[in-house]
């Protein structure tokens, strides 16, 4: 199992939000380049970057920071999301030398735009669902629609996309432990991978999550934990890399 660092991307500095409130955020580094470098040299086999102002704008914000950090770190893989609405900004991003594209709000409200991107773009199409007692957020978690989580991610397992990102938001940057049971009920209805996000606080998260990970949870992506010290990114890379 994957343990994935985040940088969360704010007016070009690395931040975190609580429960993707934007007003509620804590500046963890004016220098997200050094911040991923960190991760890196503590073994992170990939990058998660979100651009938070492009997912509330609808457009990439913090392209120049997030090819900066491709650039830095050409072996490791990153994954991109926030603000991917249309076939152009994909292919920019993978032209710069990001691994996987992350489609959110744009794959529940045009569930054929994922169908066809993913076709044009095989293996490198993700699709990141948010979800709140089994039914998925849009627009930054501003807003929740009627869709089912599990229903969503198998009709995009059949579109052909790699893999589902699910994020359980009433767990995301409170610290209060990953839904797990949610996760891999989700990771076993469907057969492509399924990476972890929101609430992973301590080295029991990853534990509870390593115990599942035969359901198909292929990692965990991991944030405010990190920064703020609950979760020693080293020890718990091991950890994770065990199941």
Not at 64 to 91: F, K, L, M
Not at 111 to 134: M, N, Q, S
């Amino acid at each position: 199992m994957l343990l994935i660092p985040a940088i969360d991307l704010k007016d070009g500095k690395c931040v975190r939000l609580r429960q993707g409130r934007m007003d509620d955020n804590t500046v963890f580094s004016d220098d997200p380049v050094a911040v991923a470098g960190r991760w890196v040299s503590a073994g992170a086999k990939r990058l998660h970057l979100v651009d938070l102002d492009g997912a509330f704008a609808g457009k990439p914000r913090n392209a120049d920071v997030i090819h900066a950090i491709v650039e830095a770190y050409p072996n490791v893989p990153v994954q991109i999301g926030g603000g991917i609405r249309d076939e152009e900004t994909i292919e920019a991003y993978l032209n710069a030398g990001v691994e996987y594209v992350i489609i959110g709000t744009k794959a529940v409200n045009e569930p054929h735009f994922v169908r066809d991107i993913a076709l044009e773009y095989p293996r490198r199409i993700i699709v990141g669902l948010d979800a709140k007692d089994g039914k998925v957020a849009i627009d930054g978690w501003s807003k929740l629609s009627k869709h089912d989580v599990i229903d969503l991610a198998q009709h995009f397992e059949a579109d052909g996309v790699e893999a589902i990102i699910y994020t359980d938001i009433s767990r995301d940057g409170m610290m209060q432990g990953v839904n797990v049971e949610a996760t891999a009920r989700l990771a076993r209805a469907i057969k492509i991978p399924v990476i972890a996000s929101g609430g992973i606080t301590t080295l029991d998260d990853i534990k509870a999550l390593g115990a599942v990970a035969s359901d198909g949870i292929m990692g965990a992506i991991t944030g405010r934990a990190i920064y703020e010290g609950t979760l020693d990114f080293v020890e718990a890379e091991k950890l994770a890399e065990s199941f």
